[in-house]
């Protein structure tokens, strides 16, 4: 059974058609389609249901069978970067699941503390919501991801990076200028931007624990098109410190409620996972010192010895954060 032919179906169901797959493989459409005919007359089965008009999709058993595919594919990865590792000649790719504030505000540092001892490893992102993060650790697409507290799945282990206040946004010129925090009901009456991607939910709970309802002006999902209403004047917002305090022409001030996300990286299994990955994880670990490890690190030991003296990451519950 052909380790390629895998690589082939698991880079066409990614990309949803022969013809990317083809052209990101730098192989011919019919040799594609070849190989994914090949290894259904190998396995006896068909994977793919081929319609002119709704696409590809995968088949009853095809579904079963790409998340162990998908895990054959991480061992061999990660076969090759043990062997690298040992003759010195490193190798790998790391995919990472992200969202749009720690994309802006977080990968840049890790990747430059990364890539400056590890400079051949290779990355591949994913952006997406918290719910489509976790189905791509569960299926196998991406190796780590950034998620929040009670928004994945608690079996994952986790390495926490650090404490993101919701903070409200407004224009220079406001009223809120010379206010210190601002009360939930001075956001009554305003007009108000409400994010619907990654922290509606967790608006909308600060809103019904004040038993207010907002004056909704807008419904925006991009958080760069939010910071742009608001330098405009258009309305308030409220929103993550880390993202919102690197927007120009945008003040910022804490609520009098005390909230905050808990922003972590996580793994399906970090024992399962690759050298680079562990690394990568340990880097991420280092690089935030934050309160939320201190809290932590008077109940759980963050960093282990393995057997052969090598450090890595211990296993952090979800449910711990």
């Known amino acids: 059974m052909s380790i390629v032919r895998f690589e082939i179906l698991s880079k066409v169901i990614e990309l949803g058609s022969f013809?990317?797959?083809a052209e990101k493989l730098s192989m011919t459409?019919?040799?594609v389609s070849h190989a994914i005919s090949s290894l259904e007359t190998?396995?006896?089965v068909p994977l793919l249901i081929r319609d002119r008009r709704k696409g590809l999709a995968l088949t009853e058993i095809g579904q079963r069978t790409?998340?162990?595919i998908r895990e054959v594919l991480k061992r061999i990865e990660a076969i090759n970067q043990e062997i690298a590792l040992a003759t010195n000649l490193e190798t790998g790719i790391i995919r990472i699941g992200t969202f749009a504030s720690a994309s802006s505000c977080l990968l840049p540092k890790l990747l430059a503390k990364f890539q400056k001892k590890h400079p051949k490893i290779e990355f591949?992102?994913?952006e997406g919501t918290y719910e489509e993060i976790t189905e791509w650790l569960q299926s196998g697409i991406i190796d780590i991801g950034f998620v929040v507290k009670g928004k994945t799945n608690p079996s994952f282990d986790l390495v926490p990076l650090l404490k993101d206040n919701m903070v409200v946004a407004f224009h220079p010129e406001h009223k809120f200028l010379h206010k210190e925090t601002i009360d939930m009901y001075d956001l009554?009456?305003?007009p108000f931007i409400m994010p619907t991607g990654m922290y509606q939910s967790h608006i909308e709970e600060l809103f019904e624990e004040s038993q207010i309802k907002p004056s909704i002006r807008f419904e925006v999902r991009d958080c760069t098109t939010i910071a742009n209403m608001v330098q405009e004047g258009l309305g308030v917002t409220i929103g993550t410190e880390l993202f919102l305090k690197t927007q120009q022409n945008i003040e910022i001030r804490k609520l009098n409620l005390t909230s905050y996300l808990y922003i972590a990286l996580a793994c399906s299994a970090i024992s399962d996972a690759s050298p680079a990955v562990k690394e990568f994880l340990m880097i991420a670990k280092n690089a935030f010192d934050t309160e939320l490890v201190k809290d932590l690190e008077s109940e759980i030991q963050l960093i282990s010895k393995t057997e052969n003296g090598m450090v890595r990451p211990v296993v952090i519950k979800e449910e711990i954060l």
């Open 66 to 68: 790409l998340p162990h």
């Open 124 to 126: 591949k992102f994913y």
């Open 19 to 21: 013809t990317k797959a």
């Open 42 to 44: 190998e396995l006896g």
């Open 29 to 31: 459409q019919s040799a």
């Open 188 to 190: 009554e009456k305003e």
